[in-house]
């Protein structure tokens, strides 16, 4: 019956081909329409908002890219970030994504469809996650086939790992960093199965466009050498593969260069060498085929002697020259914590605290992933049962990112595509070799009176089962990335939202930009605001003020002079902010509403990076610490920590407060005891604002008094 | 041009070595990589990198109302943190998982005798059914509101 009301559609009128096509389009805009709606949760909750802190740097940087163009953008010079030393902006950022928005921005306003930059932001990441889902299809269709593309495609639309950076207010370089990532991918396997230069320099523009947008470049410029040489190493090189590769690794690298923040590195730091080494080696792979095919055997071996015996001595002395000259740079501290994972715990207490840079546990590869952690073995498996060129790179590229992720939990994004692309050629897989075995129902084609195979009398119920055992497990990894996406990955982070009062209604807690715009109104012009570097983005995007210390991080010595001001006494921290010219002080305190991500919290790190530069040796971490080794703000705590300066500006007038009808006064609702040092006065500091439900309070500095006493 | 290759040779006198490749070392079988990879997922995936920096416990402990000690098999509450051992088992059923449906693909092969058939049906539904909901019934352990809301 369903068969007859079928044929009635004009769909099954059409050819096979037609009605494949019509199925693969139709799928594709599904996926690409999912990716962008899922990604929505926090504008429909809130409000069309950038997002956490590092989007708002970009999003400052987009302003005024779109007010002043590029020329300007390209030499800016900051004087409001780190003060007294500036930020040189345009030679230290990766301008693709403001050059993205900034082009979508004007090609808007030249149709007439004004608008705002801020929504240009806000949406850019949902748009390119849209895209990425139709680049993962072409690239799993070159790897396996077109089934596989589809499945990878839907699967990557929705995929928690991925929507955890690029939720629409996420505006981050991984936004569209994944999209270029996917891309170069794409037009490299391109290149590399057809040999073509057109392809290849198509893949060289596409690596451009990524290293403009992530540092995370590097990654690709070791994993496509890594590919080259293990295809060298399996037998696989072939002409195709020496003119793709010459072709990117020229093209690309003299591209890359052109950035200002990556300058020479590509000819002369250690991440890049391992492709410069890999390039010299398919020039002799390649030479020595060439002469195999030619020469003798005789000639041959004397050819390679000599040529071998050149390089070893040329080389050895080049390398020791360049080492000892000083003109290799070792690897930076970032990517060496990859390779050493305890590298930054013991020697940079920066990279150390940043939670995204903790280690990964299972429950963070099961959240982010669901179903994805199964089938990637799956998937693994029928690449090697079928090697071929372009299965061996997506194997290195699986596991070397597999490794990467469980290292840092920030790169599980870069996991992620890998994961929906490999599992879904396992599921593909599974799914066309189990549908075979399924008997056909339709009348029309003739029924084998008898089976092939005697032994496998159940074919038919067993493909069944795991056909519906399949459809079930993709429904509820769709019930779980919802669910994930909603609870987990929505929050702007600048507004705070929580069940509480009498009747349990929603609260929102917008004390946060109340601040910011409270200090954009009511301060001079050229104010000097000190604060934790965390808040340091916010401050210049929303406040407009100058500030000591922000996210980028780049000077550890002048983060640390910020925290010995924040862990001394009041009169040491004074010479400190006389030093630094501050005029205004800001803390966030979470002991009044119970927001745990506070400065008393982030204390203990203040303590560590102040200790660590040598202006800081007075400042040890266990004077911090009660006799026992607790870190405690009640009566029993250290007294260093009860009389520091953020201690005292965090709790100020906070004894005389009730934040429980049960509880004393000063009852710290983070810490969960009455706080120790209640009643003190500030000598050189005044209090200036602080907000509705005392998350920020921003004080004065006073100036130093005529007298002199 | 052969005589200019031959020039360093007239100084330099080749010794003669007797090297051979040695016969025990031959390139793995893509089979063979593929299980060290698989080795390495299920460290990977139990979180050791995170167990040898943050050197987590291997269960934890509470005290229940008596004053008696209690294990406490999974860290609660947080999503980037475990105990060694919610680590391991829960990286063995991933690898479960993913070598149940390896051994349903090998059940379509021709020609089996119907017992082996059976058997590798059978192990291979179970591996997977098993690993996918205790999977889920670990996440809802650890994070008590999960898929709740």
Known sequence: ?????????????????????????????????????????????????????????NY???????????????????????????????????????????????????????????????????????????????????LWSTGAGLVAASLIAIVPGYISRSVAGSYDNEGI??????????????????????????????????????GGYVFLINLIPMHVFALIVTGRFNVKVYVSYCTVYCLGTVMSMQIPFVGFQPIQSSEHMAAFGVFGLCQIVGFYQYAASKLSKEELNLLSRFVISATVVVSLVVAMALQLSGKIAPWTGRFYSLL????????IPIIASVSEHQPTAWSSFYFDLQLLVFMFPVGLYHCFAN?????????????????????????????????????????????????????????????????????YSVKNEVAMAVVAMITLFLTTYVFHCTWVTSEAYSSPSIVLAARGGSDGSRM??????????????????????????????????????????????????????????????????????????????????GGMVGYSSDDINKFLWMVRIGGSTDRGTHIHEKDYYT?????????????????????????????????????????????????????FELDVLEEAYTTQHWLVRIYKVKPMSNRGI | MESFYSIPFTILEVPRLRLKKPSWFRMPSPMFVFALVMVSYFLVTAGIIYDVIIEPPSIGQTTDEFGHAKPVAFLPYRVNGQYIMEGLAASFLFSLGGMGFVILDKTNQPFMPRLNRMMLLVIGFISILLSFFVSRLFMGMKLPGYLRG
């Not at chain 1, 928005?101 to 990441?125: E, G, K, P, Q, W």
């Open chain 1, 1 to 57: 019956m369903a068969a007859s009301f079928l044929s009635y559609l004009p769909a099954s009128q059409m050819s096979h081909e037609k009605k494949s096509t019509l199925l693969t389009l139709m799928i594709l805009t599904i996926a690409a329409i999912l990716s962008f709606l899922i990604r929505l949760f926090s504008v429909l909750r809130f409000e069309s908002v950038i997002h956490e802190f590092d989007p708002y740097f």
């Open chain 1, 177 to 214: 960093a994944i999209f270029c990532m996917l891309l170069t991918y794409t037009l490299w396997i391109k290149a590399v199965k057809r040999g073509s230069v057109a392809w290849a320099t198509a893949c060289a523009v596409a690596y451009f466009y990524m290293v403009s947008s992530w």
């Open chain 1, 508 to 589: 929102i807690f917008d004390d946060f930009r109340e601040a910011y715009y409270w200090m954009r109104q009511n301060t001079e012009e050229d104010a000097k605001i000190m604060s934790w570097w965390d808040y340091g983005y916010q401050i210049t995007a929303m406040a407009n003020r100058t500030i000591l210390v922000d996210n980028n991080t780049w000077n550890n010595t002048h983060i640390s002079r910020v925290g010995q001001a924040m862990s001394s006494t009041e009169d040491k921290a004074y010479e400190i902010m006389q030093e630094l010219d501050v005029d205004y002080v800001l803390v966030i305190f």
């Open chain 1, 387 to 455: 090697l071929t060129t372009e299965n061996i790179f997506i194997i290195l590229y699986g596991v070397t990112s597999i490794y990467f992720a469980g290292v840092m939990v920030r790169l599980m994004l870069v996991l992620a595509p890998v994961m929906c692309i490999l599992a879904s050629i396992g599921l593909n897989k599974t799914m066309t070799s189990f549908m075979k075995n399924l008997e056909s129902t339709n009348k029309e084609t003739p029924q084998p009176k008898k089976r092939a195979d005697n032994s």
């Open chain 1, 340 to 347: 050493d994972p305890s590298y930054a715990k013991n020697n």
């Open chain 1, 627 to 679: 006799p026992s080794g607790e870190f405690r703000v009640d009566r029993e705590g250290s007294p260093t920590l009860l009389n520091c300066l953020m201690y005292k500006l965090c709790y100020y007038k906070f004894g005389n407060v009730y934040t429980d009808a049960n509880k004393p006064m000063g009852y710290d609702r983070v810490r969960n005891v009455e706080i120790g040092n209640k009643d």
């Open chain 1, 60 to 142: 400052r940087t987009t302003r005024f890219l779109v007010d002043n163009g590029y020329y300007d953008f390209h030499n800016w010079f900051d004087d409001r970030a780190w003060y007294p030393l500036g930020r040189i902006i345009g030679g230290t950022i990766y301008p693709g994504l403001m050059i993205t928005s900034t082009i979508l921005y004007n090609l808007l306003h030249s149709l007439n469809i004004t608008i705002d930059i801020r929504n240009v932001c806000v949406f850019l990441a949902p748009l390119f996650s849209s895209l990425t889902s139709i680049v993962t299809y072409h690239l799993t269709k070159e």
